[in-house]
C-alpha cells in the first residue's frame, strides 16, 4: 500500500513539474510577446516625441518670423505716421505764415 502511495505521490510530482514546465513556455512566450511590443512602442514614442519637438522648434521659428515681421510693420507705420506728421506741421506752418501776412 505505502508503495503504491509512493508511486502515486511519484506521478503526482512528475504531473506538476510538467504542468509548470508548460507554464514556464507560455510565460518566456508572453514576456517576449511583451518585449517585442513594448520595443514597438518605444520606437513609435520616439517618433512621435521627435515629430513634436520639430513641430514645436517650427512653432518657435514661425513665432519668431512673426515678431520680426511685425516689428518691421510697427517702424514702417510709425516712419509713415512721422512723415504725415512733418507733413502737417509743415501746412500748419505755411498756414499760420499766410494767416499773419494777411492780418
Known amino acids: 500500500r505505502e508503495a503504491a502511495d509512493a508511486a502515486d505521490a511519484a506521478d503526482d510530482t512528475e ?3 510538467w504542468d509548470l514546465r508548460v507554464v514556464a513556455r507560455k510565460t518566456r ?7 517585442t511590443q513594448t520595443g ?10 521627435g515629430a513634436l ?3 514645436l522648434q517650427d512653432a518657435a ?4 518670423k512673426l515678431r ?3 516689428l518691421a ?14 507733413a502737417l506741421e509743415e501746412k500748419f506752418k505755411v498756414a499760420r505764415g499766410t494767416a499773419q501776412n494777411s492780418a
Open 68 to 70: 520680426t515681421g511685425s
Open 15 to 17: 504531473s506538476a513539474m
Open 53 to 55: 519637438d520639430k513641430g
Open 73 to 86: 510693420r510697427m517702424e514702417k507705420l510709425e516712419n509713415h505716421i512721422a512723415e504725415v506728421l512733418g
Open 61 to 64: 521659428s514661425d513665432s519668431e
Open 40 to 49: 514597438a512602442f518605444s520606437r513609435r514614442a520616439e517618433r512621435y516625441l
Open 29 to 35: 512566450d508572453i514576456v517576449t510577446r511583451l518585449e
